[in-house]
């Protein structure tokens, strides 16, 4: 009897400790006719500043949503958040424990390495008669790579006739990352007729580990394309586009499972607005996020250079895709980042008058049609969270060089 009445007191006292310890978190980022679907712990009565208190005084509320009358629920997720009428969600401050921190920075400088130690392995097979990609000392002497006036430049011969394919670049990052906040500042990218670029993350034993286009289309779409591709027993609900702002794209053989980014994230149009950033986060056990922001409408952490940005303050995603028992976290793994300037193919010929013959024939003897196909990176930082594994470095190209 002692016993039981001493551990009532010591449950008691505890609770009373936690119901008055007001936590360090900030009430810090408000969404009007937004809600945040799951993690609803408790359901109290009260206007927005009474639910703020009441979250900042609940151990585990990360979130809340209010109905704009008298009710508030108090959340233990941020994620994922949708459309909702008259709700109003607030999003804490994260823990330090949960906040991303600034890892590296790929910068002009420092882009493709320093001090003998390279971060790219520059990809020279080629896809046959159409693209004739150069080893890294063969690109920094034709030009094709470069660092000028702070920026990052990686582009293709512009300006010979070629009887090939026509010299380009591949770049393939020898950090093979397992999860991590990227962010890719880029005042440029490749642009003009057949051009197919992409930024995108490979994974070793194709489609085994995964792959994620976070940036992808063919000369002639307005929008940005964002794909996975992965091995068995990954599917994603087509309702789950109540939590993005892309839309489903058709998906035809090996085009694994794609989204369209609304228009103008893609090639002229975003360069004509002087460029902007692709966001990727991969939340390894959570979800993958990705955001494009046309300038001059990016998140403000973003543009003061934080090196704690947060995406749960950046709205809703382009794209979103859970990693749960539907798709399994172990679906990706050891992801290399991959910067890469392609052209023609069945893809890019369909908007060629003429198709893949034509696009070849433009290919090898216009070098004009080229002076627009090339990156200018402001930088690429990778952001993770403690505890996290973010990747590791291979002195080596491991996979598909
Ligand atoms: C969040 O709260 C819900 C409802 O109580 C619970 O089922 C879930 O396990 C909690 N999740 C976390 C991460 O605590
Ligand atoms: C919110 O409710 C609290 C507690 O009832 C009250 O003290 C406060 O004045 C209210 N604030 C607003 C803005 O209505
Ligand atoms: C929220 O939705 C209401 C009703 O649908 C609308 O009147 C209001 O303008 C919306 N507020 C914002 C900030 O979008
Ligand atoms: C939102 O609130 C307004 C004002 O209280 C109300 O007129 C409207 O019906 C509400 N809309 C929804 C969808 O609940
Ligand atoms: C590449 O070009 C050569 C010479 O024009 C041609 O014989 C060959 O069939 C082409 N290969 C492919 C895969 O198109
Ligand atoms: C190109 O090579 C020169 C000479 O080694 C070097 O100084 C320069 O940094 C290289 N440029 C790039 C972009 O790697
Ligand atoms: C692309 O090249 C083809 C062949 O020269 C030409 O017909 C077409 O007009 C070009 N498109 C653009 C947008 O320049
Ligand atoms: C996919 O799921 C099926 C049924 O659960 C299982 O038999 C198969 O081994 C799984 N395949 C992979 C690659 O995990
Ligand atoms: C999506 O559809 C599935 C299957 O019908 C259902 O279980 C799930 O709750 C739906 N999710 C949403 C967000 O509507
Ligand atoms: C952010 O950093 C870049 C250089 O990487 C610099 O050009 C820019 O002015 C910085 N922005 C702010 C707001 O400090
Ligand atoms: C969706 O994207 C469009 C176009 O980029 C933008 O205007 C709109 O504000 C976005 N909506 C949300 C909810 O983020
Ligand atoms: C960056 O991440 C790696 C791999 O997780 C870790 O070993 C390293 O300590 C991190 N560096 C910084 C500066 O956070």
């Not at 629920?73 to 949708?82: I, R, S, V």
């Not at 034709?142 to 702070?150: C, R, V």
């Not at 057949?194 to 994974?203: H, L, V």
């Not at 228009?263 to 993958?288: E, H, M, P, S």
């Amino acid at each position: 009897m002692v016993g039981q009445s001493g551990l009532f007191l010591l449950v008691l006292a505890l609770y009373s400790n936690t119901q008055w310890v007001y936590s360090a978190q900030t009430c810090l980022k408000t969404y009007q006719n937004m809600t945040i679907d799951g993690g609803i712990f408790k359901t109290i009565s009260g206007n927005l500043s009474t639910c703020c208190t009441s979250c900042q005084q609940t151990s585990g509320c990360v979130a809340y949503s209010w109905d704009g009358v008298n009710t508030c629920w108090l959340q233990n997720q941020t994620q994922p958040l949708y459309m909702h009428s008259n709700r109003t969600t607030v999003i804490m401050s994260p823990l330090p424990s949960a906040a991303y921190s600034l890892n590296q920075t790929y910068s002009a400088g420092n882009f493709f390495g320093t001090n003998g130690k390279n971060n790219f392995h520059f990809i020279t097979w080629g896809l046959t008669n159409v693209t004739k990609n150069v080893n890294q000392a063969t690109a920094n002497s034709s030009g094709l790579i470069a660092y000028q006036n702070g920026q990052v430049y990686i582009g293709v011969d512009h300006t010979n006739v070629v009887t090939t394919g026509r010299p380009t670049t591949q770049l393939q990052s020898l950090w093979l990352y397992n999860s991590g906040l990227f962010i890719l500042n880029l005042a440029h990218m490749p642009s003009g007729n057949t051009t197919w670029p992409s930024w995108w993350f490979q994974g070793p034993n194709w489609p085994n580990n995964g792959e994620i286009d976070v940036l992808e289309g063919v000369y002639g779409m307005n929008y940005n394309l964002i794909s996975l591709h992965t091995g068995n027993n990954c599917t994603v609900q087509q309702n789950y586009s109540t939590y993005f702002n892309g839309t489903w794209a058709n998906s035809g053989s090996n085009k694994g499972c794609s989204i369209k980014a609304p228009k103008g994230t893609f090639q002229d149009a975003f360069n004509a607005a002087g460029g902007g950033v692709f966001a990727l986060q991969w939340d390894r056990n959570n979800y993958i996020r990705v955001w494009n922001f046309i300038n001059p409408n990016i998140p403000d952490d973003i543009k003061n250079n934080s090196t704690n940005p947060n995406p749960d303050t950046w709205g809703i995603p382009n794209a979103y895709i859970p990693l749960d028992s539907n798709c399994s976290p172990s679906h990706f793994n050891n992801l290399s980042m991959t910067f890469d300037i392609a052209f023609c193919g069945s893809w890019a010929a369909q908007y060629v008058s003429g198709g893949e013959a034509a696009c070849e024939n433009v290919l090898k003897n216009d070098p004009s049609q080229f002076s627009e196909a090339y990156w200018l990176i402001n930088y690429v930082k990778v952001f993770g969270k403690p505890g996290d594994s973010l990747g590791t470095y291979y002195p080596t190209c491991q996979f598909a060089c």
